[in-house]
């Protein structure tokens, strides 16, 4: 089973910067797509970021040009670098990971999740 843990939230003001890291463990991690989400009191969990195991990216809409995800192999590690942080922004913030251990069967993960606070 894959586990996942977040961290690197926090609170920032308007305008800041924070790096979320997620750690996986119990997978090959080079061959799961990734993917960081957030949800915010009263609202839908919403997809932030994505990147594939050739590290193909995607974006939502309100964080393209302000938001970077990446990936380290290395260290099976997932990063989103936040920068320009707006008080909308704020969620907690969880790691996915789609994990495919057989050829006909697809599992999602998730992490704990990591509180993102925007405020100024």
């Known amino acids: 089973q894959v586990q996942l843990v977040e961290s690197g939230g926090g609170l920032v003001q308007p305008g800041g910067s924070l790096r979320l890291s997620c750690v996986a463990s119990g997978g090959i991690f080079s061959r799961n797509d990734m993917g960081w989400y957030r949800q915010a009191p009263g609202k839908e969990r919403e997809l932030v970021a994505t990147i594939t195991s050739r590290s193909r990216t995607n974006y939502a809409d309100s964080v393209k040009g302000r938001f970077t995800i990446s990936r380290d192999n290395a260290k099976n590690t997932v990063y989103l670098q936040m920068n320009n942080l707006k008080p909308w922004d704020s969620a907690v913030y969880y790691c996915?990971?789609?994990?495919?251990?057989?050829?006909?069967?697809?599992?999602?993960?998730w992490g704990q999740g990591t509180q993102v606070t925007v405020s100024a």
């Open positions: 996915n990971a789609r994990v495919s251990p057989v050829v006909e069967r697809t599992y999602d993960f």
